[in-house]
């Protein structure tokens, strides 16, 4: 097996050492994604503005490696506060399709940047 990292354009910068996504083949890794801006790294304001962004960066990533949302099987979703479940359900139910993904969603202390929401994302290819 070979590792092929995703760096796609569209995509924020890593806040740290690590690839955007990782291509093993047959599964796509996407590393967390907060609600930062592509174009100017500037965090967004607000879950629903954050939560989206994060989604969309989600989404050029796959689209990097040839893949959209209807290809991820599993997501792992943080949020900075758990009262935020319900609005956060509201926008990722605007990128996920039938079969939805296998989730885990957890409330957390911080998040890098300010961040309030992150996601990742595990894709399969056909």
């Known amino acids: 097996m070979s ?6 354009p569209g995509a ?3 806040m740290g050492p690590y690839s955007p996504g990782i291509d093993t083949g047959s ?3 996407v590393a967390g994604q907060v609600g930062r801006n592509p174009e100017t790294g500037e965090m967004l304001e607000g879950l629903e ?3 989206e962004q994060a989604m969309k960066n989600i989404a050029a990533i796959l689209e990097g490696a040839g893949l959209t ?3 991820v099987a599993k997501t792992t979703c943080l949020l900075a506060d758990i009262n ?10 605007r990128f ?6 296998a989730r885990a969603t957890y409330a957390v202390k911080d998040l890098p940047g300010g961040a309030i929401v992150e996601v990742e994302a595990v894709a399969v290819r056909d």
């Open 49 to 51: 503005a954050q939560a």
């Open 12 to 14: 924020p910068t890593p």
């Open 3 to 8: 590792l092929k990292a995703v760096f796609p």
């Open 96 to 101: 996920v399709s039938d079969p939805k993904p």
């Open 27 to 29: 599964l796509v890794f």
């Open 69 to 71: 949302w209807a290809n």
């Open 84 to 93: 935020d479940f319900q609005a956060f359900n509201e926008v990722y139910l």
